[in-house]
């Protein structure tokens, strides 16, 4: 399954805050497995994402602040866009909204973010 990188932060955001919740054994099984997938991304996003501030930014004023100056800004953003809209390859089975517990508590927001990872079978 391709998806963005944005996609893949905010879906696995929203799977570790509702992962407390109890569910079925095979639900678990693959939220788990979708979520250590999705992890792997994210790992490397971080380290991208700090590359691009390295090259781009200047420490702050603040200590453990980065500034990015207006003469960088531009190629800071395009950097920054494109890091955000790569399309990944994941290895992660959909999650079958009918396989979710009727009494799982997620928000409007976290489900929204899981759309992409979510069929309605």
């Known amino acids: 399954m ?8 905010t879906a696995h955001k929203a799977l ?5 919740n109890k569910m079925t054994l095979p639900l678990a099984v693959k939220v788990t497995r979708v979520t250590k997938e999705l992890a792997n991304v994210v790992e490397a996003f971080e380290k991208n994402r700090k ?7 200047t420490e702050g004023e603040k200590p ?6 207006t003469e960088n800004f531009e190629a800071f953003n395009a950097a920054y866009t494109e890091l955000m809209e790569s399309e990944i390859e994941v ?3 959909p999650i079958a909204m009918a396989s979710l517990p ?11 973010a899981l759309g992409c990872i979510l069929t309605e079978d």
């Open 2 to 9: 391709k998806l963005t990188t944005i996609e893949i932060i």
């Open 16 to 20: 570790t805050s509702f992962s407390d």
């Open 51 to 57: 590359d691009i501030f390295d090259e781009y930014g």
């Open 64 to 69: 453990g602040t980065i500034a990015i100056s």
């Open 91 to 93: 290895e992660v089975e």
């Open 102 to 112: 009727d009494t799982l508590e997620v928000t409007p927001h976290d489900l929204a």
